[in-house]
């Protein structure tokens, strides 16, 4: 006569449990290796052959004098088979030899691609200066249709503040630090900036 102790109970419920879960496992497995590389040359034909690439060169003199680099809008254009359109609007860079998306900006960050993409001195000495930057940023990071009011330019102390949007109950945008002669020696994405 066995006793049913706790500790053979659970040992019994984890064989049941394992005796159970293997042939799902199994079939999960033989599910996952039923697709073949031509079927997913096929998919991805079929699924990349729907969409239509729109680039757009967006360098223009502010920008130029910032960074060496190409900047482009992408929009890929998806035609779904129900007849409806849905795009995708990206931001790509040439950096170096690859073609790259730039960073997304969702919270506090340095922003070390930006750093390095802009490898031409940037001085802010003025508003005249921190204008031009802001025309570059609008081309790279274009505000949203709700950012719009909150656009603000100021400096604080080394530091000019680009205020690019709200998020909750503070704003958001970007960080220029600049040394003695108005060199920007770092840039930073900020969402905890004080109204």
């Excluded at 130029?64 to 995708?88: C, D, M, Q």
């Excluded at 081309?139 to 604080?156: S, V």
């Amino acid at each position: 006569m066995t006793i049913l102790t706790p500790e053979y109970k659970m040992k019994k419920h984890m064989k049941t449990s394992l005796l159970l879960l293997l042939p799902l496992l199994a079939i999960s497995s033989a599910l996952q290796a039923e697709v073949t590389d031509e079927e997913k040359k096929g998919i991805k034909a079929y699924v990349f052959g729907r969409d239509e690439l729109k680039c757009e060169l967006l360098n223009d003199e502010n920008l130029s004098a910032l960074s060496s680099a190409r900047f482009y809008e992408v929009k890929v254009v998806r035609k779904n088979p129900s007849g409806s359109v849905s795009t995708e609007t990206l931001r790509v860079v040439k950096d170096g030899g690859d073609y790259v998306e730039l960073d997304w900006l969702g919270s506090t960050m340095k922003c070390d691609q930006l750093t390095r993409l802009f490898d031409k001195k940037i001085v802010i000495k003025n508003e005249e200066d921190a204008k031009s930057l802001e025309a570059a940023l609008d081309l790279i990071y274009p505000l949203g249709t709700f950012d719009e009011e909150h656009r603000k330019i100021y400096r604080e102390g080394n530091k000019w503040i680009f205020v690019r949007g709200d998020i909750f109950d503070n704003l958001k945008g970007f960080q220029f630090t600049v040394d003695d002669e108005g060199t920007v020696t770092s840039i930073d994405y900020r969402t905890d900036i004080k109204q």
